[in-house]
Nanobody, 126 residues
C-alpha cells in the first residue's frame, strides 16, 4: 500500500500561483508512479500531470501544459505540482495518486491508480 497526503491548496485570483505537495509513505521497496488528478464540481475527473518511476518524460494534460510543472523528490518521497497562471477553470479538488511499477505516467488513468490521497481544494477566482 501507498499512503498519500496532499497539502498546499487554497484560494487565489486568476493569474496567481500555488504549489501542491504530496508526501508518500509505504513499507514496500517497489518503485511507483505518482500523479495529480483533479475533480470539478461537475464530478469530471481529469489527470493533470504525472511522473513515472524516474523524472524523464512526465505527462501533462493539454489544459495545463506550459502553466503547471510536476516534479518529484525521490529522497523525500514527495511529488509536487507548481501551478502558475491559474485560471478559474482550474478550480477543483486536486488528488494525488500512485500505483506500483509496472506503471507509466502516460497511462495512469486506465485503469485508475489504486492509491489516493484525501484531496486538496484549489479555488481560482476571476
Amino acid at each position: 500500500q501507498v499512503h498519500l497526503v496532499e497539502s498546499g491548496g487554497g484560494s487565489v485570483q486568476a493569474g496567481g500561483s500555488l504549489r501542491l505537495s504530496c508526501v508518500a509513505s509505504t513499507d514496500s521497496r517497489r518503485n511507483y508512479c505518482m500523479g495529480w488528478f483533479r475533480q470539478t464540481s461537475k464530478n469530471t475527473r481529469e489527470k493533470v500531470a504525472a511522473m513515472s518511476t524516474g523524472p524523464v518524460n512526465p505527462f501533462y494534460a493539454a489544459s495545463v501544459k506550459g502553466r503547471f510543472t510536476v516534479s518529484r523528490d525521490f529522497a523525500k518521497n514527495t511529488l509536487y505540482l507548481q501551478m502558475n497562471n491559474l485560471r478559474p477553470e482550474d478550480t477543483a479538488v486536486y488528488y494525488c495518486a500512485a500505483e506500483f511499477f509496472p506503471c507509466n505516467a502516460h497511462h495512469m488513468e486506465s485503469p485508475p491508480p489504486p492509491y489516493w490521497g484525501q484531496g486538496t481544494q484549489v479555488t481560482v477566482s476571476a
